[in-house]
């Protein structure tokens, strides 16, 4: 079993940043990939980016160049840097990992992010 505890989301101001952080905890020997998905009212769940053990990347066509994924392996945690943030970044952010290829997902509680004047 894997819990994972989300933190450092809360209301910005357009332009401004935040960085979220995911802490995995549990029966992990290591952590095959580690993401952030993203979900506003009334529309689906869409990642926002991804990084495998190996540090490969994989980022949403709308936050390129402006968020940045990573990790922490000896600690188990994942990072998401977002700077100038937009409103139409505002949503739960949830963590997402998977131990292995073909393990099952688990997710974190979210933490919202809104951004706001």
């Known amino acids: 079993q894997v819990q994972l505890v989300e933190s450092g989301g809360g209301l910005v101001q357009p332009g401004g940043s935040l960085r979220l952080s995911c802490a995995a905890s549990g029966s992990i020997f290591s952590i095959y990939v580690m993401g952030w998905y993203r979900q506003a009212p009334g529309k689906q769940r869409e990642l926002v980016a991804a990084?495998?053990?190996?540090?490969?990347?994989n980022y949403a066509e709308p936050v390129k160049d402006r968020f940045t994924i990573s990790r922490d392996n000896a600690k188990n945690t994942v990072y998401l840097q977002m700077n100038s943030l937009k409103p139409e970044d505002t949503a739960v952010y949830y963590c997402?990992?998977?131990?292995?290829?073909?393990?099952?997902?688990?997710w974190g509680q979210g933490t919202q992010v809104t951004v706001s004047s």
């Open positions: 990084i495998t053990s190996g540090r490969i990347v």
């Open positions: 997402n990992v998977r131990i292995s290829p073909s393990s099952q997902n688990y």
